[in-house]
């Protein structure tokens, strides 16, 4: 059911995750595409911000800021997890892998080494607040028009 709390969570998550998208930009690998990066990262971020954030929203205000946290580390593991699932099939094109347990074990080998490289102070302190500020603005909008 739509209510207020789902589509800010929504709205305010596609932004942030746009955001750190561009945060994370600088820190591709020499030679990798960023261009399509947030294609992909924000639909993850409207996607949790109506499925996890949407619901909590509705709630008090402490479990609106933990349910921002929660939701804002929960799109950034799934869209590095898609991301790596997609360099992981890149790779599987050019016969890098000889079977397919060998290419799974891949995308969990490409998501830990780009959580390590991606997870700077910036990105993390942005995570946190943003997460926060979006619950926030979840629940007000919740408590305005719900």
């Known amino acids: 059911m739509p209510t207020a709390s789902r589509l800010v969570g929504a709205l305010t998550f596609t932004v942030l995750a746009f955001i750190i998208s561009t945060m994370i930009l600088p820190l591709l690998p020499e030679g990798t595409s ?73 995308v969990f080998e490409i998501s830990m080494n780009w959580a390590t490289v991606f997870l700077t102070t910036d990105i993390v302190t942005t995570l946190i607040a943003g997460g926060i500020f979006c619950g926030w603005l979840s629940w007000k909008a919740q408590r305005y028009w719900g």
């Open 34 to 106: 960023g261009e399509s990066l947030w294609l992909l990262n924000c639909p993850v971020g409207l996607v949790c911000g109506w499925k996890i954030m949407g619901p909590r929203g509705e709630s008090t205000r402490l479990i609106a800021f933990a349910g921002g946290v929660t939701t804002s580390i929960a799109a950034f593991l799934v869209a590095i997890f898609l991301h790596a699932g997609i360099r992981m099939v890149n790779l599987s094109m050019r016969k890098i892998y000889h079977g397919v347990t060998e290419a799974i074990g891949a």
